[in-house]
């Protein structure tokens, strides 16, 4: 059994100029795996420390992606700040960066300079829309890259444009630069060389669009915003008893589709209606399949309901507020320590390392917490 109390990154420096979201969710992660994570902020702090105050008198961002960091205030354009933040790379395994395109240049910090100086270093450069031309001057925020790319327009009601409602393009981003500085950091152990990584919130969100942007190019254009129901797979959405309660279904095959019919509907007869033979023609036919469907269900509670797509083995889901998320019985929770010493308990990451034991809450730094300390380190 592995040393409970040694984790995969402990010994690992991460340097990282890091605001609002995907930065710090990607450090976040490893600081979870052990890594010490510095966090430069400017003398006036991370601006998502002030984004609401619902954490205890905390942002709910900020406590969220920031535990278990140090917290340095530098002035990036003072000489001997500089100098400084050079000093601390040069010894840093993994630098991560999501100021404005060619910031880190100005500052003889960009990817090009760093790796020809220090060929062992990962570097992360965490952008909006990356180095496109066309957009370099554009600022660019988690909902503005799920405008710009499409997403917003496929989502929401029939009649009703929807931003999704967490910062998606943010999180992937944060994400997806830490699953590449963990291959990073394998290749190092194998070349003992570093790497220059690079990733974009527009990137995540392109790829995230495949399928639509691939029924927009070849098939026979992209699907149109369903609310609640799916654009090519039927039944699949929210369903409401006569209760008035929702629950949302999810039919992924032809099996499953005779197991609903037969055994949750109790109408084995509609299982062989040809408008309803396939996939392709529930979809086509899907408003008069959901006259059937609701018919039946307008009898039915949705304990009733439920308990049948439970014998049936058919997939579904309550339609949860928040306030019924926060008493679920999946739902794991840790306690986090706010930068005014308040406690909360939020939501564990999602891994679950079976050989390790709970950790210890986590502090959230305040700004320049540790600017003493850190500054008599690298002097």
């Avoid at 799916?230 to 039944?235: F, G, R, T």
């Avoid at 679920?328 to 034991?357: F, K, Q, Y």
Wanted: aromatic share 6%; glycine share 8%.
């Amino acid at each position: 059994m592995a040393n409970s109390t040694y984790r995969p990154l402990d010994g690992c420096l991460v340097v990282s100029i890091e605001q609002a979201v995907a930065a710090p969710l990607c450090t976040a992660r490893l600081v979870d795996a052990g890594a010490r994570v510095i966090k430069i902020e400017r003398e006036s702090g991370d601006f998502a420390r002030n984004y609401d105050a619902a954490a205890k008198g905390d942002s709910s961002y900020f406590v969220w992606i920031n535990q278990g960091k140090e917290s340095l205030e530098l002035n990036l354009k003072d000489a001997d700040d500089q100098a400084l933040l050079h000093r601390m790379i040069a010894k840093a395994d993994i630098f991560v960066q999501n100021l404005a395109i060619g910031a880190t240049e100005r500052l003889g910090l960009g990817t090009a300079v760093l790796r020809r100086q220090l060929p062992k270093l990962i570097t992360c450069d965490i952008s909006g829309y990356g180095e496109s031309e066309g957009m370099a001057g554009m600022k660019a925020y988690d909902f503005l890259v799920q405008a710009e790319s499409g997403l917003v327009s496929i989502s929401g009601s029939e009649t009703e444009l929807g931003r999704i409602g967490v910062s998606v393009c943010d999180i992937g981003a944060g994400m997806s630069a830490h699953a590449a500085i963990l291959e990073a950091l394998y290749r190092r152990t194998q070349t003992g060389k570093g790497a220059a990584l690079k990733v974009s919130l527009f990137d995540v969100a392109a790829e995230w669009m495949a399928v639509p942007l691939i029924h927009n190019d070849y098939g026979a254009g992209p699907p149109t915003r369903q609310g609640l129901r799916h654009p090519s797979i039927a039944p699949y959405g929210a369903y409401r008893t006569q209760d008035g309660i929702d629950t949302v279904i999810s039919i992924q095959n032809e099996r499953e589709w005779q197991r609903f019919c037969n055994d949750v509907l109790q109408e084995a007869s509609m299982a062989s209606e040809p408008q309803f033979a396939s996939n392709n023609q529930r979809v086509a036919n899907c408003e008069a399949m959901d006259k059937q469907i609701n018919a039946v269900l307008a009898e039915l509670s949705a304990d009733e309901f439920r308990q049948r797509m439970l014998t049936a083995s058919i997939a579904f889901g309550a339609l949860n507020s928040v306030g019924q998320f926060s008493q679920h019985t999946a739902l794991r929770r840790r306690e986090v320590i706010n930068s005014h010493g308040a406690s909360l308990d939020i939501p564990m990451p999602p891994v679950i390392w079976d050989d390790e034991p709970e950790r210890a809450a986590q502090a959230v730094p305040s700004s320049g917490q540790h600017s003493q300390s850190i500054r008599a380190e690298f002097a």
